[in-house]
């Protein structure tokens, strides 16, 4: 069995953070969508939830000036984050992989107890725009495409979430940015879901 580290390493929190700064309402093609993924639409009220949660958040904590000042993509971010957990679950559908809640409590306490604690793990999702009510949804994703990388392999892992937001046919509305199935995610960005089979020289383990 491969041992777990517990360090603070999830790909669900490590967003793309170079997604185009831009604002939004709906599509020509989907009005009031900020995207469409399958028969699933990620409203436009409900991204702006989802990033005032984390702006509650942010503005409550005593880094809150630098927070606020260090996040002005979290609109794209935070869409972003919402299409990959889709996809993610899709594909983890297909394959008969399942995360219960079990698990993301265990794998949450693992993190707070190798990172200082809960405060301070809150401290730092926050700092990737992930608000301590969102953490669990996060760590789930993460769970989620261990598990897939476990019983597929990280290389047919990857080319399973292409193969799934194709079949999906991922649709972000234009002011939000252009979908990249490779990337997984709104061009231009790095990749984020992507893995490397081996880490390269130097690039920490991911959790196994």
């Given amino acids: 069995m491969h041992r777990r580290r517990t360090a603070l390493v999830v790909s669900a929190a490590v967003l793309v953070l170079s997604a185009p700064l831009l604002t939004a309402c709906g599509s020509a093609s989907h009005p009031g969508a900020a995207a469409v993924v399958g028969d699933d639409r990620i409203t436009v009220s409900q991204l702006q939830h989802e990033v005032n949660v984390v702006r509650d958040a942010q503005r409550s904590s005593p880094q809150g000036q630098q927070l606020l000042a260090n996040s002005a993509r979290l609109n794209q971010d935070t869409l972003i984050r919402l299409v990959q957990n889709r996809i993610v679950q899709r594909a983890a559908e297909d394959n008969g ?24 793990v809150r401290a730092r999702f926050l700092a990737l725009g992930i608000a301590p009510d969102q953490i669990d949804e996060a760590l789930t994703m993460d769970l989620t495409r261990a598990k897939l990388d476990g019983k597929l392999g990280a290389a047919r892992t990857n080319d399973v979430l292409r ?46």
Avoid at 112 to 117: K, L, Q, V
């Fill in 97 to 120: 992989v399942e995360v219960t809640r079990r698990e993301v409590q265990r794998r949450r306490a693992e993190v707070e107890r190798s990172n200082g604690g809960a405060e301070t």
């Fill in 163 to 208: 193969r799934t937001s194709d079949a999906l046919h991922v649709d972000v509305n234009p002011r939000y940015g252009t979908w990249d199935p490779k990337r997984g995610t709104a061009e231009p960005a790095q990749e984020p879901w992507l893995r490397a089979t081996a880490p390269a020289p130097g690039e920490p383990q991911r959790p196994a």
